[in-house]
Structures are given as structure tokens and as C-alpha cells.
């Protein structure tokens, strides 16, 4: 089994940056294919960004290509989510997620652990 811990939330104005980091304890964290969801009050949870085992291979939902980086230093057992050029639409509670399955997942109903979650506003 595996905990989940997210940090690097905050308040950021239209077109600033955050990186998200989700620290990952219990067991080997390149056991685990790794994700990042957010969902926005009165919405469903949403995919934004997931990535290997290994790190090798990531996918990114159309909305953030281009704007963020999901990358992962297993040495740290650590994930991040760097985002650039944000935008008020990506305001959200950003979660993320881990799943012993080989490959790179974009539903949620491929995850088994799941963090906390760390919120994120982005000013107008």
C-alpha cells in the first residue's frame, strides 16, 4: 500500500506558475503509474496528467498540453505537476493518484490510491 501527499497549492494570478509535488510513501514509488486529477466545485473529478513507472512515457488531457509538465524523480519518490500560462478555468482541488499497472492511465477508475488533494486558484 501506498500514502499519498500533495503540496504546492496557493493562489496564483492568470498566466503565473505552480508546481504541484505528490510525495508518495510506503512502498517503492516506481511501483506505481502515477496521475494527477482536479475537480472544480459543482463538477466532476477530471484527468489532467499521468505518467509511467519509469517516467518514459506521460499523456496529458488537450486542455493543459503545452502549459504542464508531469514529471516523477523515483530517487525522491516524488511526482510534479509544473504548470505554466495558468488560466481561472484550472482553479480545482488537483489530486493524484497511483495505480500498480503497467502503462499510463487516464481514468480514474484505473487508480487505486488516491491523496488528499491541494487546492489551486488561479486569480483573473
Known amino acids: 500500500q501506498v500514502q499519498l501527499v500533495e503540496s504546492g497549492g496557493g493562489l496564483v494570478q492568470a498566466g503565473g506558475s505552480l508546481r504541484l509535488s505528490c510525495s508518495a510513501s510506503?512502498?517503492?514509488?516506481?511501483?506505481?503509474?502515477m496521475g494527477w486529477f482536479r475537480q472544480a466545485p459543482g463538477k466532476e473529478r477530471e484527468y489532467v496528467a499521468a505518467?509511467?513507472?519509469?517516467?518514459?512515457?506521460?499523456n496529458y488531457v488537450e486542455s493543459v498540453k503545452a502549459r504542464f509538465t508531469i514529471s516523477r524523480d523515483n530517487a525522491k519518490s516524488t511526482v510534479y505537476l509544473q504548470m505554466n500560462s495558468l488560466k481561472p478555468e484550472d482553479t480545482a482541488v488537483y489530486y493524484c493518484?497511483?495505480?500498480?499497472?503497467?502503462?499510463?492511465?487516464?481514468?480514474?477508475?484505473?487508480?487505486?490510491?488516491w491523496g488528499q488533494g491541494t487546492q489551486v486558484t488561479v486569480s483573473s
Open positions: 493518484a497511483a495505480t500498480r499497472m503497467l502503462g499510463v492511465f487516464t481514468t480514474a477508475s484505473a487508480y487505486d490510491y
Open positions: 510506503g512502498r517503492t514509488s516506481s511501483d506505481y503509474a
Open positions: 505518467i509511467s513507472r519509469s517516467g518514459r512515457a506521460s
